[in-house]
Protein backbone atom coordinates (compact mmCIF):
# COMPACT_ATOMS: atom_id res chain seq x y z
CA UNK A 1 0.00 0.00 0.00
CA UNK A 2 1.54 3.47 -1.06
CA UNK A 3 2.59 5.51 1.92
CA UNK A 4 0.27 8.86 1.74
CA UNK A 5 2.75 11.80 1.85
CA UNK A 6 0.38 13.96 4.47
CA UNK A 7 0.55 11.29 6.28
CA UNK A 8 4.16 10.92 5.89
CA UNK A 9 5.00 14.03 7.04
CA UNK A 10 2.54 13.66 10.06
CA UNK A 11 4.31 10.69 11.15
CA UNK A 12 7.98 12.57 11.05
CA UNK A 13 6.88 15.37 13.14
CA UNK A 14 5.59 13.08 15.60
CA UNK A 15 7.55 12.53 19.42
CA UNK A 16 9.39 9.27 19.94
CA UNK A 17 6.56 7.66 22.23
CA UNK A 18 4.20 8.35 18.77
CA UNK A 19 1.41 10.45 19.68
CA UNK A 20 0.97 14.22 18.68
CA UNK A 21 1.83 17.38 20.74
CA UNK A 22 -1.73 17.89 23.38
CA UNK A 23 -3.60 20.99 21.66
CA UNK A 24 -4.45 23.44 24.28
CA UNK A 25 -8.23 23.28 24.71
CA UNK A 26 -10.16 26.26 25.27
CA UNK A 27 -9.68 28.29 28.13
CA UNK A 28 -12.26 27.57 30.68
CA UNK A 29 -15.23 30.02 31.70
CA UNK A 30 -13.52 30.70 35.37
CA UNK A 31 -10.52 32.09 33.08
CA UNK A 32 -12.24 33.74 30.63
CA UNK A 33 -14.22 35.98 33.09
CA UNK A 34 -10.54 35.89 35.08
CA UNK A 35 -9.24 37.89 32.00
CA UNK A 36 -11.63 39.66 30.98
CA UNK A 37 -12.59 41.18 34.58
CA UNK A 38 -8.48 42.79 34.73
CA UNK A 39 -8.53 46.46 34.83
CA UNK A 40 -5.31 46.12 32.86
CA UNK A 41 -4.53 45.55 29.36
CA UNK A 42 -4.41 41.60 29.16
CA UNK A 43 -4.19 39.50 26.30
CA UNK A 44 -4.56 35.81 26.75
CA UNK A 45 -2.46 33.46 23.76
CA UNK A 46 -2.01 30.47 22.75
CA UNK A 47 1.93 29.13 22.11
CA UNK A 48 1.31 29.41 18.85
CA UNK A 49 0.82 33.39 19.35
CA UNK A 50 -3.11 32.97 18.37
CA UNK A 51 -5.37 35.34 20.38
CA UNK A 52 -8.07 33.53 22.91
CA UNK A 53 -9.59 36.49 24.48
CA UNK A 54 -8.72 39.96 26.50
CA UNK A 55 -9.36 42.30 28.46
CA UNK A 56 -11.94 45.57 28.00
CA UNK A 57 -8.78 47.51 28.79
CA UNK A 58 -6.63 46.09 26.13
CA UNK A 59 -9.31 46.90 23.71
CA UNK A 60 -9.48 50.24 25.18
CA UNK A 61 -5.74 51.07 24.95
CA UNK A 62 -4.87 49.79 21.58
CA UNK A 63 -8.67 51.71 20.40
CA UNK A 64 -9.44 47.78 18.62
CA UNK A 65 -12.06 45.29 18.68
CA UNK A 66 -12.14 41.34 19.70
CA UNK A 67 -12.41 40.42 15.98
CA UNK A 68 -8.69 42.33 15.64
CA UNK A 69 -7.50 39.72 18.01
CA UNK A 70 -9.25 36.65 18.65
CA UNK A 71 -8.35 33.85 16.49
CA UNK A 72 -5.48 36.15 14.51
CA UNK A 73 -1.82 36.07 15.05
CA UNK A 74 -0.41 38.47 17.57
CA UNK A 75 1.84 39.59 15.12
CA UNK A 76 -0.13 40.39 12.92
CA UNK A 77 -2.48 42.04 14.48
CA UNK A 78 -0.40 44.50 16.29
CA UNK A 79 1.47 45.40 12.92
CA UNK A 80 -2.09 46.31 12.09
CA UNK A 81 -1.89 48.92 14.79
CA UNK A 82 1.47 50.70 13.92
CA UNK A 83 1.20 53.49 11.08
CA UNK A 84 4.61 52.69 9.87
CA UNK A 85 6.30 49.30 10.16
CA UNK A 86 8.83 48.91 13.34
CA UNK A 87 10.63 45.82 12.46
CA UNK A 88 12.71 45.81 15.40
CA UNK A 89 9.99 46.24 17.75
CA UNK A 90 8.11 42.99 16.13
CA UNK A 91 11.31 41.83 16.17
CA UNK A 92 11.91 42.31 20.10
CA UNK A 93 8.14 41.24 20.86
CA UNK A 94 8.61 37.99 18.60
CA UNK A 95 11.77 37.48 21.07
CA UNK A 96 9.85 38.27 24.19
CA UNK A 97 7.46 35.35 23.23
CA UNK A 98 10.35 32.69 22.37
CA UNK A 99 12.05 33.54 25.51
CA UNK A 100 8.75 32.96 27.35
CA UNK A 101 8.68 29.63 25.57
CA UNK A 102 11.91 28.14 25.80
CA UNK A 103 12.58 29.20 29.49
CA UNK A 104 8.81 29.13 30.59
CA UNK A 105 9.28 32.16 32.91
CA UNK A 106 7.99 35.56 32.67
CA UNK A 107 9.78 37.44 30.41
CA UNK A 108 9.89 41.76 29.41
CA UNK A 109 10.78 44.38 27.26
CA UNK A 110 12.03 47.41 27.67
CA UNK A 111 9.48 50.45 26.58
CA UNK A 112 9.47 52.07 23.60
CA UNK A 113 7.39 54.38 21.63
CA UNK A 114 6.20 54.33 18.12
CA UNK A 115 2.78 55.86 16.83
CA UNK A 116 -0.68 53.50 16.59
CA UNK A 117 -4.00 54.62 14.62
CA UNK A 118 -6.05 55.87 16.92
CA UNK A 119 -9.13 53.84 15.55
CA UNK A 120 -10.11 51.55 12.56
CA UNK A 121 -12.65 54.63 10.87
CA UNK A 122 -9.92 57.22 11.35
CA UNK A 123 -6.41 55.82 9.90
CA UNK A 124 -5.26 59.16 8.96
CA UNK A 125 -5.53 59.79 12.76
CA UNK A 126 -2.76 58.62 15.29
CA UNK A 127 -1.10 58.62 18.43
CA UNK A 128 2.47 58.66 20.22
CA UNK A 129 2.23 56.03 22.56
CA UNK A 130 5.11 54.71 24.90
CA UNK A 131 4.65 50.81 26.20
CA UNK A 132 6.47 48.47 27.52
CA UNK A 133 5.44 44.71 27.30
CA UNK A 134 5.64 41.66 29.85
CA UNK A 135 4.13 38.20 29.59
CA UNK A 136 3.99 35.26 31.60
CA UNK A 137 3.24 31.52 31.43
CA UNK A 138 0.29 29.16 31.99
CA UNK A 139 1.61 25.93 32.92
CA UNK A 140 -1.22 22.72 32.05
CA UNK A 141 -0.69 20.08 34.74
CA UNK A 142 1.81 18.18 33.19
CA UNK A 143 4.25 21.69 33.36
CA UNK A 144 3.91 22.92 29.51
CA UNK A 145 3.13 26.02 28.77
CA UNK A 146 -1.10 26.43 27.79
CA UNK A 147 -0.79 29.90 27.56
CA UNK A 148 0.70 32.97 27.27
CA UNK A 149 -0.63 36.32 29.10
CA UNK A 150 0.57 39.69 27.53
CA UNK A 151 0.39 42.35 28.91
CA UNK A 152 1.15 45.86 27.91
CA UNK A 153 2.62 48.15 30.27
CA UNK A 154 1.52 52.11 29.24
CA UNK A 155 3.57 54.30 30.16
CA UNK A 156 2.81 57.41 27.62
CA UNK A 157 1.32 60.21 30.09
CA UNK A 158 4.56 59.25 32.47
CA UNK A 159 6.52 59.66 29.39
CA UNK A 160 4.34 63.24 28.66
CA UNK A 161 5.52 64.55 32.11
CA UNK A 162 9.01 63.81 32.11
CA UNK A 163 8.96 65.47 28.40
CA UNK A 164 7.57 68.24 30.36
CA UNK A 165 9.63 68.19 33.09
CA UNK A 166 12.66 68.40 30.62
CA UNK A 167 11.10 71.22 28.28
CA UNK A 168 10.47 73.54 31.71
CA UNK A 169 14.09 72.45 33.02
CA UNK A 170 15.53 74.31 30.12
CA UNK A 171 13.82 77.37 31.11
CA UNK A 172 14.67 76.96 34.94
CA UNK A 173 18.49 76.51 33.81
CA UNK A 174 18.45 79.76 32.43
CA UNK A 175 16.72 81.62 35.44
CA UNK A 176 17.99 79.67 38.19
CA UNK A 177 22.06 80.36 36.98
CA UNK A 178 20.62 84.07 37.70
CA UNK A 179 19.23 83.46 41.38
CA UNK A 180 21.62 82.65 44.46
CA UNK A 181 18.64 80.77 45.98
CA UNK A 182 18.71 76.36 45.49
CA UNK A 183 15.63 75.15 43.49
CA UNK A 184 14.38 72.22 43.40
CA UNK A 185 11.95 70.57 41.59
CA UNK A 186 10.21 67.35 43.63
CA UNK A 187 7.87 64.65 42.73
CA UNK A 188 5.28 64.44 45.69
CA UNK A 189 4.27 60.68 45.18
CA UNK A 190 8.15 59.62 45.72
CA UNK A 191 9.99 62.61 46.96
CA UNK A 192 12.35 62.43 44.29
CA UNK A 193 13.48 65.55 42.99
CA UNK A 194 13.15 65.86 39.34
CA UNK A 195 15.39 69.17 39.27
CA UNK A 196 17.94 70.92 41.00
CA UNK A 197 20.49 73.56 40.38
CA UNK A 198 23.38 71.62 40.43
CA UNK A 199 26.13 74.33 41.22
CA UNK A 200 23.96 76.09 43.53
CA UNK A 201 23.44 72.69 46.01
CA UNK A 202 27.25 72.54 45.77
CA UNK A 203 28.04 75.76 46.86
CA UNK A 204 25.92 75.05 50.02
CA UNK A 205 27.58 71.96 50.68
CA UNK A 206 24.69 69.06 49.26
CA UNK A 207 25.64 66.18 46.68
CA UNK A 208 22.90 66.29 44.10
CA UNK A 209 23.52 63.23 42.94
CA UNK A 210 23.48 61.63 46.67
CA UNK A 211 19.88 63.41 46.41
CA UNK A 212 18.62 62.23 43.78
CA UNK A 213 19.79 58.33 44.41
CA UNK A 214 19.08 58.59 47.82
CA UNK A 215 15.86 56.61 49.59
CA UNK A 216 12.68 58.27 51.21
CA UNK A 217 14.77 57.23 55.09
CA UNK A 218 18.52 58.69 54.17
CA UNK A 219 16.58 61.77 52.41
CA UNK A 220 14.93 61.79 56.08
CA UNK A 221 17.64 61.72 57.60
CA UNK A 222 19.48 64.55 56.63
CA UNK A 223 16.25 66.86 58.28
CA UNK A 224 16.94 67.37 61.84
CA UNK A 225 14.24 65.13 63.76
CA UNK A 226 12.52 68.30 65.53
CA UNK A 227 11.86 69.56 61.50
CA UNK A 228 10.65 66.36 60.08
CA UNK A 229 6.76 66.95 60.74
CA UNK A 230 7.71 70.52 59.21
CA UNK A 231 8.43 69.73 55.99
CA UNK A 232 5.41 67.14 55.73
CA UNK A 233 2.84 69.52 56.86
CA UNK A 234 4.90 71.71 54.16
CA UNK A 235 4.66 69.48 51.32
CA UNK A 236 0.96 68.27 52.41
CA UNK A 237 -0.26 71.91 52.20
CA UNK A 238 1.22 72.08 48.25
CA UNK A 239 -0.66 69.01 47.47
CA UNK A 240 -3.46 71.03 48.05
CA UNK A 241 -2.39 74.22 47.20
CA UNK A 242 -4.01 76.13 44.16
CA UNK A 243 -1.81 77.91 41.39
CA UNK A 244 -1.51 81.27 43.50
CA UNK A 245 -0.77 79.98 46.77
CA UNK A 246 2.85 80.45 48.08
CA UNK A 247 3.55 77.87 50.98
CA UNK A 248 6.39 78.71 53.08
CA UNK A 249 8.67 76.92 56.10
CA UNK A 250 11.80 77.25 57.84
CA UNK A 251 13.71 73.59 58.48
CA UNK A 252 17.54 72.65 59.35
CA UNK A 253 19.04 70.28 57.27
CA UNK A 254 22.75 68.16 57.43
CA UNK A 255 24.66 69.13 54.85
CA UNK A 256 27.52 66.71 53.36
CA UNK A 257 29.79 68.38 55.71
CA UNK A 258 27.92 67.09 58.65
CA UNK A 259 27.12 71.06 59.47
CA UNK A 260 23.33 71.73 60.60
CA UNK A 261 22.38 75.06 58.48
CA UNK A 262 18.79 76.86 58.58
CA UNK A 263 16.93 77.29 55.28
CA UNK A 264 13.57 78.99 54.49
CA UNK A 265 11.81 77.38 51.81
CA UNK A 266 9.39 78.46 49.61
CA UNK A 267 6.70 76.39 47.18
CA UNK A 268 3.90 76.43 44.62
CA UNK A 269 2.64 74.03 41.92
CA UNK A 270 4.50 73.05 39.17
CA UNK A 271 2.80 69.79 37.76
CA UNK A 272 -0.65 68.72 37.56
CA UNK A 273 -1.99 65.34 36.17
CA UNK A 274 -4.94 64.93 34.02
CA UNK A 275 -7.29 64.82 36.88
CA UNK A 276 -6.41 67.95 38.41
CA UNK A 277 -4.02 66.31 41.30
CA UNK A 278 -0.74 67.98 42.32
CA UNK A 279 2.40 65.56 40.91
CA UNK A 280 5.14 68.07 41.05
CA UNK A 281 6.37 71.06 43.06
CA UNK A 282 8.87 74.06 42.59
CA UNK A 283 10.58 74.95 45.82
CA UNK A 284 13.02 77.86 46.17
CA UNK A 285 15.21 77.34 49.43
CA UNK A 286 17.33 80.60 51.19
CA UNK A 287 19.83 79.68 53.01
CA UNK A 288 19.50 81.67 56.45
CA UNK A 289 21.85 80.25 58.64
CA UNK A 290 24.04 83.98 59.09
CA UNK A 291 20.45 85.06 59.74
CA UNK A 292 19.74 82.48 62.63
CA UNK A 293 22.86 82.74 64.27
CA UNK A 294 22.77 86.43 64.09
CA UNK A 295 19.34 86.09 65.79
CA UNK A 296 20.74 83.52 68.30
CA UNK A 297 23.64 86.07 69.22
CA UNK A 298 20.97 89.02 69.37
CA UNK A 299 18.82 87.12 71.71
CA UNK A 300 22.26 85.70 73.79
CA UNK A 301 23.77 89.65 74.27
CA UNK A 302 20.21 90.58 75.71
CA UNK A 303 19.67 87.88 78.12
CA UNK A 304 23.74 88.67 79.03
CA UNK A 305 22.62 92.06 80.07
CA UNK A 306 19.49 91.13 81.57
CA UNK A 307 21.96 88.89 83.62
CA UNK A 308 24.53 91.96 84.46
CA UNK A 309 21.51 94.45 85.19
CA UNK A 310 20.33 91.57 87.68
CA UNK A 311 23.66 91.14 89.29
CA UNK A 312 23.85 94.78 89.93
CA UNK A 313 20.67 95.33 91.10
CA UNK A 314 20.67 92.43 93.73
CA UNK A 315 24.19 93.53 94.68
CA UNK A 316 23.04 96.83 95.78
CA UNK A 317 19.49 95.89 97.28
CA UNK A 318 22.04 93.69 99.35
CA UNK A 319 24.01 95.97 100.32
CA UNK A 320 21.72 98.80 101.59
CA UNK A 321 21.82 99.10 105.25
CA UNK A 322 18.44 100.19 105.80
CA UNK A 323 15.77 97.77 105.68
CA UNK A 324 13.99 97.80 101.90
CA UNK A 325 11.71 95.34 100.87
CA UNK A 326 9.36 95.41 97.54
CA UNK A 327 5.52 95.12 98.29
CA UNK A 328 2.67 94.57 95.85
CA UNK A 329 -0.48 95.73 96.55
CA UNK A 330 -3.59 93.70 96.21
CA UNK A 331 -6.73 95.41 94.49
CA UNK A 332 -10.43 94.04 94.97
CA UNK A 333 -12.86 94.45 92.08
CA UNK A 334 -14.22 97.77 92.66
CA UNK A 335 -10.07 98.90 92.76
CA UNK A 336 -9.69 99.27 96.31
CA UNK A 337 -6.35 98.30 97.61
CA UNK A 338 -7.62 95.90 100.74
CA UNK A 339 -4.23 93.82 101.07
CA UNK A 340 -0.73 93.53 100.28
CA UNK A 341 2.22 91.03 99.31
CA UNK A 342 6.01 91.11 100.35
CA UNK A 343 7.55 89.77 97.79
CA UNK A 344 11.26 90.21 98.22
CA UNK A 345 13.71 91.86 101.48
CA UNK A 346 17.23 93.08 101.96
CA UNK A 347 19.47 91.13 104.76
CA UNK A 348 18.72 94.63 106.44
CA UNK A 349 15.09 94.78 106.61
CA UNK A 350 15.24 90.93 107.58
Same mark, same amino acid.
Given at each position: ?????????????????????????????????????????????????????????????????? #??????????????????????????????????????????????????????????????????????????????????????????????????????? #?????????????????????????????????? !???????????????????????????????????????????????????????????? #?????????????????????????????????????????????????????????????????????????? !?????????????
Amino acid at each position: MPVNKTNTTYQNQLPENGLAPPVPAEPSTHLTKVITAFPDPYLLLKPNLTGVVASAAFFKITGTQP #HNWVDQNFLTAFSGLLVQPVPALLGNLQTLFDQALSTKTAQQVAPDSFQIRSSETANSNFTLQYWGFSVSVVLDHAGAVEYLLFKINDLTAQKKVEQQLQEQA #HYLRRITQTVPDMVSVIELQTGQAQFLNKETFIN !HGFDPEAMRTSSARERAEIIYPDDRQVLHEYFKKLSKATEEETIMAEYRARNSLSEWMWF #HVQGKVFQRNNAGEVTHVLNAIENITARKNAEQEVLRLKDAINRRATDKYLTLFNAIDEGFNIIEVIFDDNGKA !HDYEILEVNPAQE
